[in-house]
C-alpha cells in the first residue's frame, strides 16, 4: 500500500492565521481525500483533490475557507484559512488503493490548535 | 441519511480475552464496509475490507462479519493483547463512493 507523509504532524495556531498543511505520497494518486476529525468526532471528509482539476468539496466545506492544491499525482495541500478555535482538528490525507481502490490509506495527520 | 454508529464507545478487558466490537449502519445500500484502527500519532490503518455481497472476512486473531440486511457488522478479537490498544473505527462506503465513519470504539487491553 501507499506510504503516506504528512506535515507538520502538529501546530498551535493564532486564531485569524492560516495554515498549510501537505501530503506526500510515495506513488503516483489520481484521487486524495482530505479529512477532518474534531476531537471526540468520526471523520469527515472535507473534499477530494483531483489532479489537474478543482477539489470537489462536500457539504458544509468551501473553498474560500479550506483551499487545496495538488500540483502533481503524489503531492497536495490543504490550507486552514483564517483559523478560528473551532478548526482544531486532526487533518488527514488518504489516498485509495487495492483492488477496485477500495482500501484506504491515510497518513498519520496534522494536529491542529488554535488559540 | 447514511449514519454510522458504534458500541461502545469505549472498553477495558483483561489481556487474552475474546472480544467483540460493534457497528451499525441505518442505509443497507452499501458499496463495502471497512474496520480501520486508529493509534495516536499515527493515522488510520486498514484492517479489514469487506465488500457488500461478502460475510465476513478474516485477518490472523481479527475476524469482521457483515449483515447487510439488519445494517451491522462486527469485528471479533481474538485473544486480546496490550498491542491491540488503539480505536477502532468502522467506516461504509455508499453507492455513491462516498465514505462514512463512525465515532470508534477505545479499546484498552490491560496486561
Known amino acids: 500500500s501507499a506510504v503516506i507523509s504528512q506535515k507538520p504532524s502538529r501546530d498551535i495556531c493564532q486564531r485569524g492565521t492560516s495554515l498549510t498543511i501537505q501530503c506526500q505520497v510515495d506513488?503516483?494518486?489520481?484521487?486524495m481525500f482530505w479529512y477532518r476529525q474534531q476531537p471526540g468526532q468520526s471523520l469527515t471528509l472535507i473534499a477530494t483533490?483531483?489532479?489537474?482539476?478543482?477539489?470537489?468539496?462536500e457539504s458544509g466545506f468551501v473553498i474560500d475557507k479550506f483551499p487545496i492544491s495538488r500540483p502533481n499525482l503524489t503531492f497536495s495541500t490543504l490550507t486552514v484559512s483564517n483559523m478560528s478555535p473551532e478548526d482544531s482538528s486532526i487533518y488527514l490525507c488518504?489516498?485509495?488503493?487495492?483492488?477496485?481502490?477500495?482500501?484506504?490509506?491515510f497518513g498519520a495527520g496534522s494536529r491542529l490548535t488554535v488559540l | 441519511k447514511q449514519e454510522v454508529t458504534q458500541i461502545p464507545a469505549a472498553l477495558s478487558v483483561p489481556e487474552g480475552e475474546n472480544l467483540v466490537l460493534n457497528c451499525s449502519f441505518t442505509d443497507s445500500a452499501i458499496y463495502n464496509l471497512q474496520w480501520f484502527r486508529q493509534d495516536p500519532g499515527k493515522g488510520l490503518t486498514s484492517l479489514l475490507l469487506i465488500q457488500s455481497s461478502q460475510r465476513e472476512q478474516t485477518s490472523g486473531r481479527l475476524n469482521a462479519s457483515l449483515d447487510k440486511s439488519s445494517g451491522r457488522s462486527t469485528l471479533y478479537i481474538a485473544a486480546s493483547q496490550p498491542g491491540d490498544s488503539a480505536t477502532y473505527l468502522c467506516a461504509v462506503k455508499n453507492q455513491g463512493g462516498k465514505l462514512i465513519f463512525g465515532q470508534g470504539t477505545e479499546l484498552s487491553v490491560k496486561p
Open positions: 483533490a483531483n489532479q489537474g482539476s478543482e477539489a470537489t468539496y
Open positions: 506513488s503516483q494518486v489520481t484521487m
Open positions: 488518504s489516498v485509495a488503493g487495492g483492488p477496485g481502490a477500495n482500501v484506504l490509506t
